[in-house]
């Protein structure tokens, strides 16, 4: 079992940047991937971004190529997010999730565990 807490979430005006952090419980977490998804009200669930077991492979979603940064630290069980020039179009709820198997993927529904996600509110 891996519990998984979001946290850096907040208010910041557009151009800014915020850092979000997932830290994971269990001693298996280097084993796993990680993404970062998002939900905005009355839209599905999308990937924003994915990292495998040893942070060696990465994937971005289109609209957040270039401005966001995922990262990990396995000797402190903990994901990263580094979001720049944030846009309004980025407001949503941020979660974290691990995959059991390493390799990351970008449903959703392949992932195992998720984090209760952090809000993130980009103003205009």
């Known amino acids: 079992q891996v519990q998984l807490v979001e946290s850096g979430g907040g208010l910041v005006q557009a151009g800014g940047s915020l850092r979000l952090s997932c830290a994971a419980s269990?001693?298996?977490?280097?084993?796993?991937?990680m993404g970062w998804f998002r939900q905005a009200p009355g839209k599905e669930r999308e990937v924003v971004a994915a990292?495998?077991?040893?942070?060696?492979?990465?994937y971005y979603a289109g609209s957040v190529q270039g401005r966001f940064t995922i990262s990990r630290d396995n000797a402190k069980n903990t994901v990263y997010l580094q979001m720049n020039s944030l846009q309004p179009e980025d407001t949503a709820v941020y979660y974290c999730?691990?995959?059991?198997?390493?390799?990351?993927?970008?449903?959703?529904?392949?992932?195992?565990?998720w984090g209760q996600g952090t809000q993130v509110t980009v103003s205009s």
């Open positions: 269990g001693r298996t977490f280097s084993s796993y991937a």
């Open positions: 990292i495998n077991w040893s942070g060696g492979m990465t």
């Open positions: 999730a691990a995959r059991s198997l390493g390799d990351y993927r970008i449903l959703p529904r392949l992932y195992d565990y």
